[in-house]
């Protein structure tokens, strides 16, 4: 059973930063992408920030709106991938859920999605 738990979540006021943390544990071969999504109270769905397995220089990826403020690593060897979010504005409120392509079965193996509970991430005054 793979789970993942994200934590970090909170208030805070425009300008400010958060970071978020996110654990995949249980019986797995490997973890290939990462990724960081967010639902906003319009109930619209965003993939925040992405990065791949690559050791050394991942690739990663950045919503539009996000880019040059918000900054996503991994650390393979605790299966952990963080979200630096500073400047935050009002429009990033929202909840923010991890999700982790793992390889069950072997390295090589098709990758299933796996999600987090998600975290509320408030931005206002």
């Known amino acids: 059973q793979v789970q993942l738990v994200e934590s970090g979540g909170g208030s805070v006021q425009p300008g400010g930063s958060l970071r978020l943390s996110c654990t995949v544990s249980g019986r797995f071969a490997s973890i290939n992408t990462m990724s960081w999504h967010r639902r906003t109270p319009g109930n619209q769905r965003e993939m925040v920030a992405f990065i791949d397995s690559s050791p050394g220089a991942p690739l990663v990826d950045y919503l539009a709106s996000v880019q040059g403020r918000f900054t996503i690593s991994r650390n393979n060897s605790q299966n952990t991938a963080v979200l630096e979010m500073n400047r935050l504005k009002p429009e990033d409120t929202g909840i923010y859920y991890c999700?982790?392509?793992?390889?069950?079965?072997?390295?090589?193996?098709?990758?299933?999605?796996?999600w987090g509970q998600g975290t509320q991430v408030t931005v206002s005054l």
């Open positions: 999700k982790a392509d793992v390889r069950i079965v072997s390295p090589i193996a098709r990758p299933f999605p796996y």
